[in-house]
């Protein structure tokens, strides 16, 4: 579980934690800011948000856990609240998106890729140019394989007050290519989004195999073409 809390139960914990089906427990001692994702994957916890701490380590909005946590590239950077909303990981490699102009040391729009192979060991820029600028950044953000093609699309609205829910389908051919993610095509999924509805998440609600997309108190059926 993360967010904006600092108990879990009766465990003290700071914005993130974790619950094995009898207790709560910290993950270390959390982060200083709101976290705003989370994605674990092989025994690793991948967290994005407003934080610059995460257990006692300097940090720019992303971090991984291991027992410990660490930074991951230097993080993000830019803007009036630079931020990282939604974590999508493939292998190796960890999607970010959120409210950023910097990844690492590159210029990347809200939306990167971080490679951690040797001929990479850094954040990949996902676009040359921001790839949607709709009323400004992307606030609540999900990471998924919307399509059922093999990679990783992304869902996002723009602010919870105003704006769009939208897709963007990634159309890459999902081998093992190692250039930028830079092929995306945009879908409206509604164009007056439900008020306040922040957080976005996907799933498959109707069990018919397809991830739908669900947000605040609504969700949106997948229809299998796009």
Known sequence: AVGDFTQAGSMVVNRVACFD???????GSGTNDVVMDVQAVG?????????????GTAVNGLAVWDGTWQDIGGGVSGGTFPS???????????YIGGSFTKAGDI???????????PQFDQFVRVSPQPIASD????????????DNDGDIDFVSSVRWDIGPV???????????????????????VDSGKPWRAVFIDSADMDGDGLKDI?????????????
């Open 107 to 117: 210029f990347s729009y809200n939306f990167a890729r971080w490679d951690p192979t």
């Open 43 to 55: 025994g690793r916890v991948y967290a994005g948000g407003l934080f610059t701490v995460a257990g």
């Open 135 to 146: 009323a400004g950044s992307s606030q609540g953000a999900c990471w998924a394989d919307i």
């Open 84 to 94: 990282v909303n939604a974590i999508g990981v493939r292998g190796a490699q960890v």
């Open 166 to 188: 939208y897709l963007m389908r990634n159309t890459l051919d999902p081998g093992p290519a190692v250039l930028p993610l830079d092929r995306w095509e945009r879908h409206v």
């Open 214 to 226: 669900v947000t605040g108190g609504w969700w949106y059926r997948n229809p299998g073409t796009l």
């Open 21 to 27: 089906g009898s207790g709560w427990s910290a993950l």
